[in-house]
């Protein structure tokens, strides 16, 4: 599914025009985006799932194409948890 396919299902679903269920999609993901950049960032979706911030530590790794030895630099990474009703219904 597309973003623009889900704008059109949310503004299905809720009785709205495209653009109200832009807006309302643009705000959700900002929302996200804000909690995640936070020192220890977290967001909850009961039943649905958590978005987790987690730092990934610099570790070595292989350059596949000459096998050479490379080192990979610490970073941050997006883990998502899904929760229990999502994974019942898939």
């Known amino acids: 599914m597309t973003k623009a396919e889900l704008i059109e299902m ?7 025009s495209k653009a109200a269920a832009a807006a309302a999609l643009t705000s959700f993901t900002d929302g996200v985006t804000k909690s995640l950049k936070k020192k220890n960032g977290k967001m909850t979706l009961v039943g649905f ?38 994974s019942e219904a898939v």
């Open 10 to 16: 949310m503004a299905k679903d809720a009785g709205i």
């Open 49 to 86: 799932g958590t978005f987790q911030k987690v730092r990934r530590k610099a570790r070595k790794g292989r350059n596949p194409q000459t096998g050479e030895a490379i080192k990979i630099k610490a970073s941050n990474v997006v883990k998502f948890k899904p929760g229990k009703k999502l």
